[in-house]
């Protein structure tokens, strides 16, 4: 037991002990699951924090008298903590009771072969539509389709719990304009020819786990099937190795990258109408790859979608807006000072910088730096209120129409969510409904960007208006925008008064302190930085959850990280069905925005992130440990307060949160970007280096990449793509692979490869690691069969053969070797997905016999191939032994030692291959295998 919690638990001098983990329960003990009686009790495993109270609409000095009671933490009013409740002007919303916000995940789960019949599934529908208009973003529905009837770019600024990610794609689907409609297009021979464009809306999310879930959602608020029967239906998903697109689909999830992939068959997109970028604040590689690409779409000539308009809605909870408007806008309306490429870091969000300011000048108040004078006072009131007002530009919280009666002037809108009768034009009777709506709209049409005055040199005409649309209400940048305010419950904060050495012990005790003295209901979500420090918490909570007396809660403990399958990502965003059970979601970054994990109402917040770093210069991508950004903060905290007031325990001083960064850097400023310059090549980008996108990487990391590209055969002297870059971008595989694939169909040894490639990209880790020594000596016992001796590449090889010719029980066959069955399925999976492609390629004369197939195993010599075809992709990423036992990167001359977890670790090699490099206490390379060095030369 940790020690402090020990003390907390039963060794506090002077109080009764509160639900020991173990020893019998002292008399008069209260009951384990009341809260603690004293308002100001903010302690959490013996270790001071600092507590934020919910804002209040007036702030006065008289808060800070209670800040420091005896045995109580000190607590600081944090304007930030919650949100301003007048900034909550909704009286509708507030008269009716709060429901589950549509993103929870608790009605279809995984999608069945025999799922409910017609009947029930509208029932489910009716069952959902309440709770639907009464989401926030129900009240800017007009708005909404009013924004994109006269624009094609929609920036919408959706808070936590809006509901915008479920009923945007709702409110658009049946609009005129996403109509699929037959167009004459011109083709490569310079030939007219009629194509349809048009009658599906994309939604892309940053991860398989959201997009899922949210079509699983959508599809039964529209009372729509989602299986994979061949039913007919509205809603569908597609990620990577998993679609399920109904006939008929007219919203389709899917994953950034599934989308860019489309993009190489599809260029113009003519399968969409309409594409929605959802969570574009959290800037990927492949999000940015989206958004110039959209932005081409949108302001080219059209020809190649017969003229048809793709429109583009642009969503996130928290983005600077300033810097998308302007990077959306029609070329040459651009404010004055913008600069595209370069929007991170000089850009910021005004109510970002507002809310700052507000907070800062309350935290000075209750420490007493600040004298509490009626004008300091007064402008905590005024940066309250512009936060606000930067954020939505003056707008109200109600509907731009100011009632249904004045509905019809604009333009044609019905209440009927079909909008097929919708007319051009308003009846002559009602025009001065238009006018009455006019200053509103333009208000909201302003540029929030901050960047001063639009520049007044050679702009382009203004766009059109529809007929019955004043010339005025149209954006004269092409931008519409649209702000909604969010279903947040007041969230308290607390941060810790003193830094933090060990923040997994520091975890370990909030968690087990909030379990032991929060009521129920209310779960925890504890955001970590990665699968290891998630089982490793896990195993401890687990631990001290077999101690805890009857009186106590029990404790259901649920990882939460992108290598989990599916069906055990989709329970921890379940609720609990056991009683008197607690649910503790133990989870990445992955649970920060979209999908709302039910029955939240505490966070504990490490204010670590893992992220990927390139050093261009030494050619290595490393997984570092680093702070969060503000805006991830503030993301976090709002997960407590989705469905009820909640509290958010901060595991940094309010001190380290000021020095973290405004905003996450864009992970194409650090990281490799082969894929991003294949991916634009593959599109036609012939001059990747001006190639319009909001940040642009350095000249030298993009000139590594081409570099990189010619030496794998992908790129030629001229930078034009070869037909093997061609290949490599059609494979829906990191470009590394894709190029090894090609050359094992070249060298005879492609299905070995293939093999390989699908335990490499199966998501999670093949080989589980030993907790204890016993297991570690049970291991080294139960894996010889497997192992090899040229290292680990080889070693996945035999693993998936050996699995694969398991017939009797191959989930005993894993659990005997700890190698994890999900990812040896999932691997199944890719392998047969990349044989019918490679067959479909002509890289595979034809399909191989179906599993189980005895297991045969690599001769020395195919192993010797199979490692050559994997330097054709990895030349860069191979090292040769140095004289102290380590070893030297051949390109860069950095020192890397083999792994632990490495088959070879403990043996010298005159040379190595390594897949990946991380850096922890030292550099390491792993997924390592041994080669002759001599092979190096050869495969240059």
Not at 347 to 362: F, N, T
Not at 675 to 694: I, Q, T
Request: net charge neutral.
């Amino acid at each position: 037991m940790p020690e402090k919690v020990h003390k907390k638990f039963g060794d506090e001098p002077g109080g009764s002990t509160s639900a020991p983990v173990d020893g019998n329960t002292s008399a008069g003990a209260p009951s384990p699951s009341k809260p603690s009686s004293t308002k100001g009790n903010a302690r959490t495993g013996g270790r001071k924090k600092l507590q934020v109270d919910k804002p209040k609409p007036s702030i006065d000095a008289k808060a800070s008298k209670d800040s420091d009671k005896k045995g109580t933490r000190k607590r600081q009013a944090d304007p930030d903590s919650a949100k301003d409740e007048r900034a909550r002007k909704s009286p509708k919303l507030e008269s009716k009771p709060r429901q589950s916000d549509t993103k929870s995940s608790n009605f279809h789960g995984k999608p069945q072969r025999q799922g409910p019949s017609a009947q029930e599934l509208q029932k489910i529908a009716k069952d959902l539509d309440a709770n639907r208009k009464n989401l926030p973003v129900w009240l800017k529905k007009m708005d909404i389709r009013w924004g994109l009837r006269n624009h094609d770019i929609l920036l919408v600024t959706g808070e936590t719990g809006s509901g915008k990610s479920t009923q945007i794609p709702q409110f658009l689907y049946t609009e005129p304009w996403c109509k699929r409609e037959t167009v004459k297009v011109t083709n490569k021979d310079g030939k007219q020819v009629e194509v349809a464009v048009g009658g599906m809306i994309a939604v892309t999310q940053p991860r398989r786990v959201a997009a899922i879930t949210l079509a699983q959602r959508v599809a039964a608020e529209l009372g729509s099937p989602l299986n994979k029967t061949g039913e007919p239906g509205k809603v569908g998903y597609s990620v990577r190795f998993d679609s399920c697109v109904p006939p008929g689909t007219k919203i389709k999830f899917v994953t950034e990258g599934t989308l860019l992939q489309e993009m190489l068959t599809d260029p113009y997109l003519r399968k969409y109408s309409a594409v929605i970028v959802d969570e574009i604040h959290e800037r990927s590689v492949d999000v940015d790859l989206i958004a110039g690409f959209l932005r081409q779409l949108v302001h080219g000539d059209k020809k190649g979608r017969g003229g048809a308009p793709l429109k583009v809605i642009v969503m996130s909870a928290t983005f600077d807006l300033g810097g998308l408007e302007a990077f959306f806008s029609i070329p040459g309306t651009h404010p004055g000072g913008y600069e595209p490429g370069k929007n991170h870091g000089r850009i910021i969000a005004p109510h970002i910088l507002e809310q700052e300011k507000a907070r800062e000048l309350a935290e000075s108040l209750k420490t007493g730096e600040m004298k509490a004078t009626e004008t300091k006072i007064a402008e905590i009131k005024v940066a309250e209120t512009k936060v606000v007002e930067a954020k939505i530009g003056g707008e109200s919280d109600e509907s731009r129409r100011s009632s249904l009666e004045s509905f019809s002037s604009w333009g044609g809108f019905s209440e009927d969510n079909n909008g097929e009768n919708s007319s051009t034009s308003p009846p002559k009777d009602q025009a001065d409904g238009v006018d009455a709506t006019k200053n509103s709209i333009q208000a909201s049409n302003k540029s929030t960007s901050g960047d001063g005055p639009s520049s007044t040199t050679a702009k382009p005409p203004k766009p059109k208006a529809r007929p019955g649309v004043p010339e005025e209400d149209i954006s004269e940048n092409g931008v519409a925008i649209e702000y909604i305010r969010g279903r947040q419950y007041p969230v308290e904060t607390l941060f810790d008064a003193d830094p933090i050495e060990d923040y997994m012990l520091a975890m370990l005790q909030t968690i087990l302190d909030l379990h032991i003295h929060e009521p129920l209901p209310g779960d925890i979500l504890a955001f970590l930085t990665g699968q290891d420090e998630i089982e490793s918490l896990k195993s401890q909570l687990e631990h001290y959850g077999e101690k805890l007396l009857n009186t106590v809660p029990k404790m259901q403990i649920m990882p939460l990280y992108g290598s989990l399958s599916p069906a055990a990502q989709q329970a921890a965003f379940m609720k609990v069905d056991q009683r008197f059970t607690r649910k503790i979601v133990l989870a990445t970054n992955i649970a920060e925005t979209s999908v709302t994990v039910a029955g939240v109402r505490y966070v504990v917040d490490c204010g670590k992130v893992k992220v990927k770093k390139y050093r261009p210069h030494l050619g290595m991508e490393s997984l570092l440990v680093q702070n969060i950004s503000r805006t991830s903060a503030l993301q976090r905290m709002g997960r407590a307060g989705r469905e009820a007031k909640g509290k958010c325990h901060r595991i940094y001083t309010m001190g380290e949160l000021k020095e973290f960064d405004e905003d996450e850097c864009p992970e194409i400023l650090r990281c490799d970007v082969l894929e991003a310059v294949l991916k634009m090549k593959a599109r036609g980008v012939d001059d990747v280096l001006n190639f319009p996108l909001m940040d642009m990487p350095d000249s030298h990391t993009m000139q590594k990449a081409l570099v990189h590209l010619y030496v794998m055969g992908a790129l030629d002297l001229e930078s034009q793509l070869t037909k093997t870059g061609k290949m490599m971008a059609s494979f829906p595989l990191p470009a590394v692979y894709g190029r090894v694939v090609i050359a094992a169909a070249e060298a005879g040894c492609l299905l070995e490869t293939i093999d390989i490639v699908a335990c490499l990209t199966s998501d999670s880790e093949v080989f589980l690691q030993p907790k204890s020594e016993e297991q570690n000596e049970a291991i080294k016992e139960n894996r010889n069969d497997i192992y090899r001796r040229e290292g680990d590449i080889i070693t996945l090889l035999t693993t998936i053969e050996r699995y694969a010719s398991e017939a009797t029980d191959r989930k005993a066959w894993c659990e005997k070797r700890f190698v994890s069955p999900r990812a040896m399925k999932l691997a199944l999976d890719i392998r047969k997905q990349l044989r019918q492609l490679c067959h479909k390629f002509k890289l595979l004369d034809e399909m191989p016999p179906p599993d189980p197939q005895p297991f045969e195993p690599i001769t020395p010599e195919m192993a010797e191939t199979v490692l050559k075809t994997f330097l054709k992709a990895f030349i860069t990423k191979t090292a040769v032994l140095a004289d102290d036992g380590g070893y030297n990167t051949t390109y860069g001359k950095q020192k890397v030692l083999i792994h632990p977890s490495s088959v070879l670790y403990g043996r010298k090699m005159e040379a190595i291959l390594f897949l990946e490099h991380v850096y922890t206490t030292k550099n390491y390379a792993k997924k390592i295998s041994a080669i002759q060095a001599d092979w190096i030369g050869e495969a240059v």
